[in-house]
């Protein structure tokens, strides 16, 4: 009887770390404390960044509200994905919704307060930001060109909270944001094109239902080569450093997503040109350490004192 409600408490809690997107949140994490280090507050030592609580709240507020926002977006997605994904929603129905909606309000309440430590206009950010979650959720998704651009603006944001924080805006940062965007906006296209027949079944007027495979394709692979012009310009920053390499190979894995997207057919395809634009994005926020090869030394020292 112990050992069954042990499985059944592992059950719960990998059904948890499943509805709030564990991985994700992880990733967010790691991109605001390496963004806080080496963009955004060059001029400050790694220790003083490390023990700045105000710095704290602000990455607690942004997993709380990303995580409740995770929460609702799975509640009004639960018909769609059954069908898109029938084993990620048997492993979430080890979680009473009833108790997925209490932490939803719960980490929202918590999201606020941390970002009211901070100032009141950080809680305005994180109460405009925790609407913005649920107004998408709840509607906007539904539509192809508003549910597009509001998912890839809900999913940047948390990433330049911490510009508002900071208030240090650079080339760089402007330049790796609109990278990032086109990046986000082509992996939204793909994941519409991959969770297509949840969408039709469901009356969700996604931009692939509405406007059809091709034009979705055609759509995508034009947003990746403009994603060229922001990794040209990027090429020609100094500060750069390092990174640069990660940019090169940028440049091949989005030829490769273009090339192999337009012969793409079944969903199995489209899920696998989906994670190799996460692997992207993921290997782009473990390779931030490498800007500005001098300033990264400096901070390294500096902790060793």
């Known amino acids: 009887m112990t050992c069954f409600k042990a499985k059944r408490f592992i059950l719960k809690m990998l059904s948890l770390v499943s509805v709030i997107r564990g991985y994700n949140i992880l990733v967010l994490i790691i991109a605001q404390y390496l963004a806080s280090i080496f963009i955004f507050s060059p001029e400050k030592s790694l220790k003083y960044v490390l023990f700045d609580l105000h710095l704290h709240f602000i990455i607690l507020a942004t997993v709380c509200v990303v995580a409740a926002g995770y929460i609702i977006n799975n509640f009004y997605d639960v018909k769609v994905d059954r069908i898109n994904r029938p084993l990620k929603t048997g492993l979430d ?52 060109l508003m549910g597009l651009i509001s998912a890839t603006m809900l999913t940047i944001l948390p990433f330049f909270v911490i510009f508002v924080y900071y208030k240090n805006f650079s080339n760089i940062i402007f330049v790796h944001a609109i990278f990032l965007f086109l990046v986000i906006m082509v992996r939204e296209l793909i994941k519409d094109l991959e969770n297509i027949k949840g969408a039709i079944a469901n009356n969700y007027r996604t931009f692939s239902v509405v406007h059809g495979e091709q034009k979705t394709k055609k759509l995508s692979i034009s947003l990746l080569l403009f994603s060229f012009f922001p990794i040209a310009i990027l090429f020609r920053l100094p500060e750069l450093g390092f990174m640069c390499y990660y940019f090169y190979g940028a440049l091949i894995t989005l030829l490769f997503v273009a090339i192999y997207l337009w012969k793409s057919k079944t969903k199995k395809q489209y899920q696998f040109l989906h994670n190799i634009l996460k692997l992207l994005l993921l290997i782009g926020v473990l390779s931030l350490v490498f800007i500005d090869t001098s300033l990264l030394l400096e901070k390294v020292i500096d902790r060793l004192n």
């Open 93 to 144: 129905t080890f979680v009473k919704q009833s108790t997925r909606l209490q932490l939803y309000f719960f980490l929202n309440f918590l999201g606020f307060l941390f970002g009211f430590f901070v100032s009141w206009r950080a809680g305005l950010f994180f109460a405009i930001y925790i609407f913005g979650i649920w107004f998408y959720s709840h509607k906007l998704k539904k539509y192809p």
